[in-house]
């Protein structure tokens, strides 16, 4: 199995650009989110979705928007780009939300850079 | 502010030794885990422990959690080079949130 796959893996902007940071996973989980990791840093919360159709906002949501309209993809939109947002997205997935003790399973990022 | 937070920053051990790092969180959790990161890498799942436990062991790691003191330890005994990597501590409310620690990066030298 793929687990939860990232696309791309690097990506470069301008400022102002938007772009969409691709998450798929393949093991059919409930809950999936999206972090970002600044150097030296733990992750925080940017979105997170319970189900397809389901979303909500997360520790630092703003700049971004997100959507859930099938189980397996969790895309993340950046609208206008902005050097502040320069970092490494992780998007996690798991059978249920982190209250039930589940793991998360992780994707290897995408590292963002805006100029 | 984050609702993990990690100590120390930074640990460098020789091959064979003990590493412990600790983690603390603010509000009432369900469970908490741990994570490893290896650089470059996502974070891969560890351990978990439920409010209602004190200590689990799995293989070499050993965490243990005291909720009076909102802390928990991960003890990993007889370390390898290839347990360098960072640690993360996730604390998990009943709010369906995982908030993470800013972790420890652990040197194991050879």
């Known amino acids: 199995n793929a687990g939860v796959t990232q696309t791309p893996k690097f990506q470069v902007l301008k400022t102002g650009q938007s772009m969409t940071l691709q998450c798929a996973q393949d093991?059919?989980?409930?809950?999936m989110s999206w972090y970002r990791q600044d150097p030296g840093m733990g992750l925080r919360l940017i979105h997170y979705?319970?189900?397809?159709?389901?979303?909500d906002q997360g520790e630092v949501p703003n700049g971004y928007n997100v959507s859930r309209s099938t189980t397996e993809d969790f895309p993340l939109r950046l609208l206008s780009a902005a050097p502040s947002q320069t970092s490494v997205y992780f998007c996690?997935?798991?059978?249920?939300?982190?209250?039930?003790?589940?793991?998360?399973?992780f994707g290897d990022g995408t590292r963002l850079s805006i100029l | 502010s984050q609702q993990g937070e990690e100590d120390p920053q930074a640990l460098s051990i020789q091959e064979g030794e003990n590493a412990t790092m600790n983690c603390s969180y603010k509000?009432?959790?369900?469970?908490l885990q741990w994570y490893r990161q290896n650089s470059g890498r996502g974070l891969v799942h560890l351990i978990l422990?439920?409010?209602?436990?004190r200590e689990k062991h799995s293989g070499r790691l050993r965490v243990t959690l005291d909720t009076s003191k909102k802390s928990s330890s991960l003890l990993i005994t007889a370390s390898r080079a290839a347990d360098t990597a960072s640690y993360f501590c996730?604390?998990?409310?009943?709010?369906?949130?995982?908030?993470f620690g800013d972790g420890t990066t652990l040197t194991v030298k050879p």
């Open positions: 996690a997935s798991s059978p249920m939300d982190p209250s039930g003790g589940q793991p998360q399973h």
């Open positions: 093991m059919n989980h409930e809950y």
């Open positions: 979705s319970v189900g397809a159709g389901i979303t």
């Open positions: 509000t009432s959790i369900n469970n």
């Open positions: 422990i439920r409010s209602n436990e």
């Open positions: 996730a604390a998990n409310t009943n709010a369906g949130k995982s908030t």
